[in-house]
């Protein structure tokens, strides 16, 4: 499976499969010694190391080291090197449920990803085709993070209009996903849909182009809801208690 998007890169966390990291190798080398400086993470980490020694800040971290460690585990085919072993992709209480639940509930086939610790990160496409994708982080029978892209609705190319016509079932898709995570077991879709407005969406979206809300349930669950771009790609994070 190669995703029509970009992957996540979350807080220095590259969610691929295996396939993914295949084909973002190939294109990565094809930037390794193309030009007449060293490559882009290699300036970047020794300007940060720059910056770091000539005020003193005393500190040794790097946030361009996770970027060299990327481009070392692309140029030796290893993408292992990417995980962080030192990561705890299991910490929180968990949402209460696993894969199972997840690939039946939202009609998904899914994928191990590579570049995390084994066991700990998936990759799930829609078995009907549909463009989008969900990353999912934490144990396979209690996962802890998850992170549902689709895009929402189509546009007008000419006016960019939302088209709502397809709007019925992405936004069942959309009930579905956040009132069975949030509210699991119970999935109480009148309580969750009185702190995210699915109904309204079209029409927000017709004025707007562009959406953002997030909440909290009793149980300690939060997801964030927002929009990516023009094209109406919308990205669903869900976590569980902290």
């Known amino acids: 499976m190669i995703r029509r998007r970009s992957p996540t890169f979350n807080n220095y966390l590259a969610i691929l ?23 882009n993470f290699v300036r970047g980490s020794r300007l940060i190391a720059a910056i770091n020694a000539q005020y003193d800040l005393g500190t040794d971290d790097n946030f361009m080291a996770w970027y060299l460690r990327f481009l070392e585990a692309m140029q030796k085919n290893d993408p292992a090197i990417v995980a962080d072993p030192a990561a705890d992709l299991s910490k929180g209480k968990g949402l209460g449920f696993g894969l199972t639940w997840i690939a039946n509930t939202l009609d998904l086939d899914i994928q191990p990803a590579v570049t995390c610790p084994p066991g700990l990160c998936w990759v799930a496409a829609f078995r009907s085709g549909r463009p989008g994708y969900l990353e999912i982080v934490g144990p396979a029978e209690n996962v802890v993070h998850l992170r549902l892209v689709y895009p929402l609705f189509s546009t007008d190319a000419g006016h960019g209009n939302v088209d709502v016509g397809p709007a019925g079932a992405s936004i ?34 017709r004025q707007c182009h562009a959406f953002a809300v997030g909440t909290t349930a009793g149980n300690g669950r939060s997801v964030i809801l927002s929009t990516l771009n023009p094209e109406l790609w919308v990205s669903i994070e869900m976590h569980g208690p902290q």
């Open 17 to 39: 499969t295996a396939e993914e990291f295949a084909q973002l190798r190939r294109k990565t080398l094809e930037t390794v010694g193309a030009g007449t400086h060293a490559h």
């Open 172 to 205: 069942d898709l959309l009930r579905r996903f956040v009132v069975g995570a949030l509210d699991y077991p119970v999935s109480d879709s009148a309580a969750v849909g009185a702190q995210i407005p699915f109904d309204d969406l079209p029409t927000i979206l």
